[in-house]
């Protein structure tokens, strides 16, 4: 009993600290939209990275996770601009794409950002259910594609948007009509978050750090987990 005490106590000493160290600017007179100088959590592909930032072309967030310095984000061998999401609200979705200048972040909506993990569990429960296809006869031999990376690049050099790989990728794979239905949603959900990666604007708030560390580094927190009961 005394070690949950411990836990909690550490959890929300780390949470309190890090929320004063992220509010050292004054919100403007809508705090649900981003401001200069404000600090945002970034969620990038459904969590498979979380980066602190804060929207100032010369200021950063140095936290114990990953931090984004001098107003960019590099997402893969990308590197964009964080000005794209000042004045935006909170939970907006953006993609990266590309500019006159380059790699940028622009904003989507979030019903053509793919299948959700809840999404893609209801597809997969569907396609058992009435599904006829299934995968057995498909060979994962790296001949199914008929795409090369050279064509690739040779769309990315021409302008192409990483929605236009992926479809592209899609039309010119011998398998993909073969799949599941499960199995099409998670081949597009892969080649997405490669070529289109989305980055999710989050408000950081004692329980977003605590999950964020609890993710990356769960012993700083005591391997605590913020739940529905714990008054953050």
Request: proline content about 6%; some cysteine; overall charge positive.
């Amino acid at each position: 009993m005394a070690q949950d005490h411990s836990a909690d106590a550490v959890a929300v000493a780390v949470a309190a600290a890090e929320c004063q160290h992220l509010a050292a600017t004054s919100p403007p007179t809508n705090p649900k939209t981003t401001w200069e100088g404000c600090s945002v959590l970034l969620d990038i592909n459904d969590g498979d990275r979380l980066v602190f930032a804060r929207l100032s072309p010369a200021a950063f967030v140095s936290l114990p996770l990953a931090f984004s310095s001098l107003g960019t984000l590099k997402i893969g061998n990308k590197k964009c601009s964080l000005g794209p999401l000042l004045g935006c609200p909170f939970g907006s979705l953006f993609r990266v794409g590309n500019g006159p200048g380059g790699p940028c972040l622009s904003r989507c909506s979030h019903s053509t950002s793919g299948a959700s993990d809840n999404a893609l569990q209801a597809i997969e429960e569907e396609s058992i259910a009435e599904d006829s296809r299934d995968n057995r006869l498909l060979i994962d031999n790296n001949t199914a594609q008929n795409l090369s990376s050279d064509d690739i690049d040779a769309m990315r050099r021409n302008g192409a948007t990483g929605d236009e790989i992926v479809e592209a990728l899609i039309s010119n794979s011998a398998t993909f009509e073969k799949k599941t239905v499960y199995s099409q949603e998670k081949y597009k959900r892969k080649k997405q978050k490669k070529y289109a990666p989305k980055v999710l604007l989050r408000k950081p708030s004692a329980r977003s750090i605590c999950e964020t560390y609890f993710k990356k580094f769960p012993a700083r927190i005591g391997y605590f987990f913020p739940s529905l009961q714990f008054p953050l």
